[in-house]
Structure formats: C-alpha cells, structure tokens
C-alpha cells in the first residue's frame, strides 16, 4: 500500500504564487495532481510520468502552473504562478494511474486546501 502526503495549500491573493508538494512511501509510475470545489467533480490538473516527459497540463493552468518530479524522494511539486480566484480548490495528489484520468489513479492523498482571494 502506498501512502500519499501533500503539503503546501495556503490562502493567497490573486497573482500570487504557491508550490505544493507530495511524497509518497514507494514508487509508482504516473504521479498527479487533481483538484475540485465542492459540488463539481474532481479535475485533473497535471501530471507527470517517471521519465519526466509528456507533463499533460489542464487548460485552464498551461503558462502558470508547473509539474516537476524527484524520483529519488518519489516526490511531485506543483508550482503555481499567477494564481486567480477559480484555482481555488482542494488539491490532491493522487500516484499509480495514467496521466489526467483520476478513474485510474489507486493512491490519494487527503488533499491541501488552496484558496485564491480577489
């Protein structure tokens, strides 16, 4: 079993800047962020494999959010730039599935709250 841990949610202002991170106990191939509001369903957000390429990103983050991975700690990071106030959301890191589709994904974390005020 693995266990996810992610870290890093805060509250900030709009254009503001936050990096999240995750670390799991063992090794897994795709590791993932997803995010989601209460209400709607969870969204995919990047992803990122082992050998560091492709790093699918969600539209809605492509230019300000960055997915970036240490194999050795079996640790993701999620670097988010220019945040605005629909990023705000729970963010869960999620390991052992297949670039954005969460359906795939065995092992979650317990989410870092992230919330972006006007």
């Known amino acids: 079993q693995v266990q996810v841990m992610e870290s890093g949610g805060a509250s900030v202002e709009t254009g503001g800047s936050l990096r999240l991170s995750c670390e799991t106990t063992?090794?897994?191939?795709?590791m993932a962020w997803f995010r989601q509001v209460p209400g709607k369903e969870r969204e995919g957000v990047a992803a990122?494999?082992?050998?560091?390429?492709?790093?699918p990103y969600a539209d809605a983050v492509k230019g300000r959010f960055t997915i970036s991975r240490d194999n050795v700690k079996n640790a993701i990071y999620l670097q988010m730039n220019n945040l605005r106030p629909d990023d705000t959301a729970m963010y869960y890191c999620?390991?052992?599935?297949?670039?954005?589709?969460?359906?795939?994904?065995?092992?979650w974390g317990q989410g870092t709250q992230v919330t972006v005020s006007s």
């Open positions: 990122i494999p082992p050998n560091l390429t492709p790093t």
């Open positions: 999620a390991a052992g599935g297949y670039q954005l589709q969460p359906a795939g994904y065995p092992y």
């Open positions: 063992g090794y897994t191939v795709w």
